[in-house]
């Protein structure tokens, strides 16, 4: 195991990562498709610039930031929006990487 790995994975705390890692698709274009209005109708309702929505509908921007006015808009939930389209249990070297680090204890 590459030594300058493990301390980059102990200043990110890689190692402490559980969670698995997922994909996501931004499905907002088809939303707005389905509620048959178009991009103009959704900016007016979510406050949302159309240039802006039109950006994000072409991956080519994301705010984070408009999230909640687009869930809050079209009575959305996180995964309506973002639905999970992969899902991997976490690499096998993070489990490599903690076991390296528990081999020396006390240093953090």
């Known amino acids: 195991m ?3 790995l493990v301390e980059e994975a ?3 705390r890689l ?3 559980k969670a698995p890692i997922v994909k ?3 499905r907002l ?3 707005i498709k389905e509620l048959g209005i ?3 109708d959704a900016a007016l309702k979510t406050g949302i610039p159309q240039a802006t929505l039109s950006k994000w509908n072409k991956h080519e921007k994301f705010n984070p930031d408009f999230i909640a006015s687009i ?3 079209f009575d959305l939930d996180f995964f309506d929006l973002f639905p999970i389209v992969e899902k991997h249990d976490r690499p096998a070297y993070f489990d490599e990487i903690e076991a ?3 081999e020396k204890p006390g240093e953090e």
């Open 38 to 40: 178009t991009q103009m």
């Open 15 to 17: 190692y402490n990562h």
């Open 10 to 12: 102990k200043a990110k």
């Open 100 to 102: 390296k680090i528990k």
């Open 71 to 73: 869930m809050v808009a």
């Open 24 to 26: 996501t698709d931004n």
């Open 29 to 31: 274009a088809e939303i």
């Open 2 to 4: 590459d030594e300058k």
